[in-house]
């Protein structure tokens, strides 16, 4: 396993996923959130809300379609 980040390094990869992940769900920790703002770049944040978002407009689709053509 890798070593707990240090408090002054950027965020890798799943800290992002797991930030954009509570961003999303309201329920991130001011520390992370305080992390993401010091240490974070803007645009990697943004991508991944716009994969999430668009990973869950077609799940949400996908669920929808399936309970529509089960009728």
């Not at 992940?21 to 990697?44: L, M, P, T, Y």
């Not at 943004?46 to 309970?67: M, R």
């Amino acid at each position: 396993m890798s070593e707990p980040q240090k408090e002054d390094s950027k965020p890798g990869f799943w800290a992002v996923v797991l930030s954009t992940f509570a961003a999303a769900f309201g329920v991130q920790s001011s520390r992370a959130r305080e992390r993401d703002f010091k240490h974070g770049n803007i645009w990697v944040y943004i991508t991944a809300g716009l994969i999430f978002t668009t990973l869950f407009v077609l799940a949400i689709y996908t669920l929808v379609q399936t309970v529509l053509s089960g009728q």
